[in-house]
């Protein structure tokens, strides 16, 4: 797939879908999209609003979108330019209790590879899917099948897992983890 080639889904936009990269912030979820916020303008059928300016005269501008901190729950917005496209928590604060919670292995891997299978149109899925797209949109390490493996495995066995396997390789997210903040699958201290 040349995915250098490929424009946004979304018929506003002018951006490239290049996942692992972005202009603004790393689209770490998208394959169709530049963004997660196109994605969302897309299916819930948003369009421009215009924005006097300080002369009065209109601007069309992509409207804020609201989310919520993936840490502590709080509503966020998702804007499509201003490094906010692909946001998923309040601040430096909750952005950095996802990398440094202590209370299970790897808990970045769970973290991303949990907010792909959410914020990716996609529902079910199999390991190596996960793994080659999670590969491609993290920068920091590789990520090949046999570790993301032991992450499910551990994961799934939990009490109020957010994942369930439907047969041998292929998973889907739980109902109750498209809501609220995923760091409450990722956390074991509560927080
Ligand atoms: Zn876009
Ligand atoms: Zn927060």
New binding site residues.
């Given amino acids: 797939m040349a995915n250098q080639e490929k424009l946004c889904g979304n018929k506003d936009c002018d951006r490239w879908v290049q996942i692992g990269t972005g202009s603004h912030t790393i689209n770490r979820t998208q394959t169709d999209y530049c963004s997660f916020y196109c994605r969302l303008y897309t299916e819930q059928g948003l369009s421009k609003v215009a924005v006097p300016d300080t002369l009065g005269r209109n601007n069309m501008r992509f409207p804020p979108i609201e989310r919520w901190?993936?840490?502590?729950?709080?509503t966020?917005e998702l804007i499509w330019n201003d490094h906010r496209s692909n946001r998923c928590?309040?601040?430096r604060?909750?952005h950095f209790?996802m990398r440094s919670d202590k209370s299970v292995r790897r808990p970045e891997l769970r973290y991303q590879m949990l907010r792909l299978m959410r914020d990716h149109p996609q529902e079910v899925w199999n390991i190596h899917e996960i793994s080659d797209l999670l590969d491609k949109s993290l920068n920091r390490y590789r990520v090949n099948w046999r570790i993301l493996s032991q992450v499910l495995r551990v994961l799934k066995s939990e009490k109020d897992s957010p994942i369930e396997q439907i047969e041998q390789g292929v998973y889907r997210l739980k109902a109750e983890a498209y809501r609220g903040?995923l760091l409450r699958f990722v956390s074991r201290n509560g927080s």
């Fill in positions: 901190c993936d840490a502590c729950g709080k966020i928590f309040c601040d604060t909750c209790k903040p």
